[in-house]
């Protein structure tokens, strides 16, 4: 478990800017992921949130921003999906409630850098960056996940309490999934860039001790039933099967109701002789992981600029993708927001950039099929150009 003064002292000086300060990322992979919980004392020295209290309560109100409400009154909960109206969240007590909005990274670009931090792990695990606004009292209550989390203390405090995992058992009747059982065993309160990190399984509970933000990172861990039925739809979109079923020498029936024998055994020769290797395996797996949220859509810009004017801006200022983008990379295929992308080999090396860093700082010299590609993902809305901290 994890102890009130157990900082990683940082060791890879090279690699120091890509994670929280104080932070050894091969040490924390051998000694803590999916192992143990871990306190990061001042991992984020004089850290500032990528969003004040009303950009957080007023990205609540929007809707293209997924939100939540949880409240507490005694021992009762209760949650509310949004968007909110900012007149309603002040009419609330001053105490015992939180909101909660998934993917900030999708509308900040101080969140998206906050998630670059974690570029020690494969992107694709990354999930989102959620953030907690939470007056005192305000929390989800006791709670286990089954991914891991690392959870940025912001403004104010916020006392986290961790128990042992075990067997959950949750309160009925509830539309949270709160443990009907919770012993703390260890507790802190953090404080403005502290960082605890939970793997999956460990049951928390984190109590906003004054008026607070708290920035969680979430991991993604699909079950192996979501990876068999997304192959399966994958195979669906690739099987071009000629044959029919059919009985010419069928025979009258006894039992009319009764599934023909021979139409089992054609279904059953049928799928035993379906196959697939590797590459299919890879092919979906980048479709898979790299398919955007169902509720999330791309604005292409209003006035977007020609080919030749988006080369000269991109090779002077840089691009980056767009927060809600997904590019991934495997042995020489990419993915795109689901898709398989379709470009020469020349372009690998600029495109494998791009997918780990999310970023060129210029396309001077890059090929030309790679600048066509890369103005057909900024006219719709995945690439944009950098230009002073802003984009366009």
């Not at 409240?71 to 900012?86: A, D, I, V, Y």
């Not at 670009?109 to 959620?130: N, Y």
């Not at 690739?238 to 009258?252: F, I, N, T, V």
């Amino acid at each position: 478990m994890a102890r009130k003064t157990t900082p990683a002292a940082a060791r890879n000086a090279g690699d120091a800017p890509r994670f929280p300060a104080r932070m050894d990322a091969g040490a924390f992979l051998r000694r803590h992921w999916q192992k143990r919980p871990l306190l990061v004392r001042g991992a984020f020295p004089g850290f500032r949130d990528p969003l004040s209290k009303d950009e957080v309560l007023r990205l609540a109100g929007s809707p293209d921003a997924e939100s939540r409400l949880v409240r507490k009154s005694g021992r009762h909960w209760s949650l509310e999906h949004g968007p909110f109206e900012r007149s309603r969240l002040d009419r609330l007590p001053r105490r015992d409630w939180t909101v909660l909005v998934q993917d900030t990274q999708h509308f900040s670009r101080g969140c998206e850098r906050l998630l670059e931090r974690f570029a020690f792990l494969p992107r694709v695990r990354i999930d989102d960056l959620m953030v907690s606004y939470a007056v005192p009292g305000g929390s989800v209550g006791p709670h286990v996940d089954s991914y891991d989390v690392f959870l940025i203390q912001g403004q104010g405090t916020r006392r986290w309490k961790i128990s042992r995992p075990g067997d959950p058992q949750f309160v009925p009747g509830l539309d949270l999934r709160i443990l009907a059982r919770f012993e703390a065993e260890e507790e802190w309160v953090l404080e403005a860039g502290d960082m605890l990190y939970l793997p999956p399984g460990v049951p928390h509970y984190g109590i906003a001790e004054s008026e607070c933000l708290t920035w969680s990172v979430g991991f993604r861990a699909p079950t192996d039933q979501e990876f068999a039925a997304g192959f399966l739809d994958h195979l669906g979109e690739k099987l071009a099967l000629e044959g029919r079923y059919g009985d010419p020498g069928q025979g009258p029936v006894k039992h009319a109701g009764e599934i023909p024998e021979a139409l089992v055994t054609h279904v059953a020769r049928l799928l035993s002789g379906m196959r697939w290797d590797e590459a299919e395996a890879r092919a979906f797996a980048g479709r898979f992981l790299t398919e955007p949220k169902a509720h999330v859509w791309f604005a292409p810009p209003k006035r977007p600029l020609s080919l030749a004017r988006f080369e000269v801006a991109a090779s002077e200022r840089g691009v980056a993708l767009e927060g809600k983008a997904r590019l991934a990379h495997s042995r020489g295929d990419f993915f795109v927001n689901g898709e398989a992308v379709r470009a020469p080999g020349d372009c690998a090396p600029w495109l494998r950039r791009l997918a780990d860093g999310r970023r060129l700082e210029s396309t001077a010299g890059a090929p030309r099929a790679l600048r066509e590609l890369l103005h057909a993902w900024y006219r719709e809305g995945l690439v944009r150009i950098e230009r002073g901290g802003k984009t366009r």
